[in-house]
């Protein structure tokens, strides 16, 4: 914390005599520092990282260390729990191949729809040894339905976590740099 000090005209004072290694002092009291803005700007979003904003950073870091940044930083549970469905030859998602047939959700982001951090938790019912009391055509519909509530960027991301293919859309973004990045072995489950 700063002290500023001020003259009798409300002035802010000389620093002379004062660390001055410090952040600079502010010119009025109501005005923010950089940290501060920083802080206002880091807790100003109300929702955590879109899975496909993460995907994009992934897509868009230069090198391998900058994308195992990028996962690292972002690891969640939902996030280990989508990218193992995209990536574990293990996991058989019990819907159609390609493109599904949905309205995109296109309302802005932060608004009327849902996100994949707090869908994910359902995905096991569209898995094989998931909900096995679910008709196919139940499970198609409630997939629809999970897609059209996700915004049409994370829907898209959805779909190719579910044709497992991230890495068509998502350049560099593959089950070797998520295995590493989440300390996996090759059956997708942490080392012991």
Same mark, same amino acid.
């Given at each position: 914390?700063?002290?500023? *000090? *001020? ?6 004072? %000389? ?9 600079? =002092?502010? %010119? ?5 520092? *950089? ?7 880091? /807790? ?10 993460? /995907?994009?950073? $992934? ?16 690891? %969640? $549970? ?21 493109? $599904? ?5 296109? /309302? ?5 729809? =849902? ?17 096995? %009391?679910?008709?196919?055509?139940? *499970? ?21 976590? $579910? ?30």
């Amino acid at each position: 914390m700063a002290i500023i *000090r *001020r003259n009798p005209d409300g002035t802010i004072a %000389s620093q002379e005599g004062f660390n001055t290694q410090q952040e600079p =002092t502010q %010119s009025h009291p109501a005005l923010a520092n *950089r940290r501060g803005m920083k802080a206002m700007a880091d /807790a100003g979003r109300a929702i955590p990282p879109l899975m496909s904003e993460i /995907a994009m950073k $992934v897509n868009n870091a230069k090198d391998k260390p900058r994308k195992l940044k990028v996962l690292k930083d972002n690891d %969640s $549970v939902a996030l280990r729990q989508v990218l193992k469905g995209a990536f574990d030859p293990n996991i058989e998602w019990l819907l159609p191949k390609g493109d $599904v047939p949905f309205t995109p959700n296109d /309302a802005p982001i932060g608004t009327e729809h =849902t996100i994949l951090q707090q869908e994910a938790k359902r995905l096991y019912m569209f898995t094989k040894g998931g909900e096995g %009391s679910l008709t196919q055509n139940k *499970r198609e519909t409630l997939f629809v339905q999970m897609l059209e509530g996700l915004s049409a960027e994370e829907a898209e991301f959805l779909v190719a976590v $579910v044709n497992k293919k991230i890495n068509n859309k998502y350049k560099g973004f593959t089950g070797n740099l998520v295995k590493e990045a989440f300390g996996w072995d090759d059956n997708f489950m942490k080392k012991e």
